[in-house]
């Protein structure tokens, strides 16, 4: 199912929208959250205020991006993370851009699930979109929104492709995150309804790459 979404997705790639129209490639900066970003501290990390600074200071006025299946160990800044075998291996995309930026539909679908994912260091504001592509269904996530992103939705209501469907977040209500995006795409939710592991353990990541789709397959920039 997976490879058929993708090969779906790349034959497709000219027909899918923008989930930020007004941030074009020139304007990107690969951002590299992993453990070999010595500049990210646990000090610095742990302090949301501070944290948010550091990043503005790497991207240097561009938007970030990066982070699939990236490993870091910043997510050890909170206790849902932390453990015996610690949560690491980043599953979606990340767009770090400023807060309020608005969020568009890539593919037309409808609204799955949504809900307020509060504590520190989760997605915060959370919509998951179900989609269709050649009879086949795959999900799109969208977390650390903004609250007023979740007024007025309703599950199974359509959205259409190039559609605003949220907005960017800030702290403390996305989840206590420098203002981002955490864009995610799966074939298989696995009963999960408004949330679903953006971050898992090293164990559990030959399992989740069997049903999480790269998402620069779906997350296009001029």
Same mark, same amino acid.
């Given at each position: ?28 900066? +690969? ?39 990236? !490993?870091?160990?910043?997510?050890? !800044? ?8 610690? !949560? ?20 037309? @679908? ?21 989609? +269709? ?20 939705? %309703? ?5 259409? %492709? ?6 960017? @977040?800030?702290?403390?209500?996305? @989840? ?14 696995? @009963? ?31």
């Amino acid at each position: 199912m997976k490879k058929n979404i993708e090969q779906c997705l790349k034959l497709c790639n000219g027909q899918i929208g923008q989930v930020f129209p007004k941030i074009a490639s020139s304007g990107l900066r +690969t951002l590299d959250l992993s453990n070999t970003n010595t500049r990210l501290s646990s000090e610095i990390v742990l302090n949301t205020l501070q944290f948010s600074k550091e990043i503005d200071s790497l991207l240097d006025g561009k938007v970030g991006i990066g982070g699939f299946l990236e !490993r870091r160990s910043l997510y050890q !800044r909170s206790s849902m993370y932390q453990g015996d075998e610690p !949560r690491c291996v980043h599953l979606g995309v990340d767009v770090w851009a400023a807060a309020h930026t608005p969020v568009h539909v890539p593919w037309a @679908g409808k609204i799955h699930s949504f809900q307020d994912n509060e504590g520190f260091g989760d997605y915060g504001p959370t919509i998951i979109l179900e989609h +269709t592509i050649k009879g086949m269904t795959f999900y799109s996530l969208y977390g650390h929104l903004s609250r007023h992103s979740l007024n007025n939705l %309703k599950v199974g209501q359509t959205v259409e %492709k190039n559609q605003i469907v949220s907005e960017l @977040g800030d702290f403390p209500d996305n @989840g206590n995150w420098p203002p981002h995006l955490h864009f995610q795409v799966m074939t298989d939710l696995l @009963g999960n309804v408004g949330d679903f592991p953006g971050v898992v353990t090293l164990a559990e990541q030959d399992f989740y790459e069997t049903i999480c789709i790269d998402p620069l397959l779906l997350l296009t920039f001029k």
